[in-house]
Antibody
Framework: QVQLVQSGAEVKKPGSSVKVSCKAS????????ISWVRQAPGQGLEWMGG????????NYAQKFQGRVTITADESTSTAYMELSSLRSEDTAVYYC???????????????????WGQGTLVTVSS | DIVMTQSPDSLAVSLGERATINCKSS????????????LAWYQQKPGQPPKLLIY???TRESGVPDRFSGSGSGTDFTLTISSLQAEDVAVYYC?????????FGQGTKLEIK
């Protein structure tokens, strides 16, 4: 039974950074991509980036390039998403999500999101 | 980047009736090497994370009622709920995972008529 447990809600000032964690339990952590998806209030889902822990290299949506850093700690089965230079438009619920198949399922490496964290509300306000 | 467009944006259907949601991708998400469509559908209820319903365009996730079905190939896809139940009220999203730059549709809000 795979579970993803995220860190708690954050309130941040504009211009600061936030780091959200996502601890996985059940299953093998290293072989499955973990992505971060955010949802602004009343809006849709927006993919920010993802990482396959065994490789350690993340890929990012162009919109967030230079502002987001996604890492994974295999020793604690925890993924992290850090977003810098925060602005009010970054107020959102941030989800981590784990792929269904492992990275070696085929040549793609990234797949559908079978497991989701509970979400972390990040509020950016002066 | 692949743009996903859903239609309609909102939909009201009577209990027991069929609901159909469409999703169109700006380029094909059919992987020729394995003949799989890299397309998933999610259901999201208020205050909850999204829940996977369908992957590979037509494979139902374990535990998902069989009134949910997915179809389509290439660039055009459909999520069908054969007989709407009250608990199906939610927002539904399609997502492509053909490109490592994942993208979602804008969502379709499904309500009871």
């Amino acid at each position: 039974q795979v579970q993803l447990v995220q860190s708690g809600a954050e309130v941040k000032k504009p211009g600061s950074s936030v780091k959200v964690s996502c601890k996985a339990s059940g299953g093998t952590f290293s072989s499955y991509a973990i992505s971060w998806v955010r949802q602004a209030p009343g809006q849709g889902l927006e993919w920010m980036g993802g990482i396959i822990p065994i490789f350690g290299t993340a890929n990012y949506a162009q919109k967030f390039q230079g502002r987001v850093t996604i890492t994974a700690d295999e020793s604690t089965s925890t993924a992290y998403m850090e977003l810098s230079s925060l602005r009010s438009e970054d107020t959102a619920v941030y989800y981590c999500a784990r792929d269904g198949p492992p990275y070696y399922y085929d040549s793609s490496g990234y797949y559908y999101f079978q497991h989701w964290g509970q979400g972390t509300l990040v509020t950016v306000s002066s | 980047d692949i743009v996903m467009t859903q239609s309609p944006d909102s939909l009201a259907v009577s209990l027991g009736e069929r609901a159909t949601i469409n999703c169109k991708s700006s380029q094909s998400v059919l992987y020729s090497s394995n003949n799989k469509n890299y397309l998933a559908w999610y259901q999201q209820k208020p205050g909850q994370p999204p829940k996977l319903l369908i992957y590979w365009a037509s494979t139902r996730e374990s535990g998902v009622p069989d009134r949910f079905s997915g179809s389509g190939s290439g660039t055009d896809f459909t999520l069908t709920i054969s007989s709407l139940q009250a608990e199906d009220v939610a927002v539904y999203y399609c997502q492509q995972y053909y490109s490592t730059m994942y993208s979602f549709g804008q969502g379709t809000k499904l309500e009871i008529k």
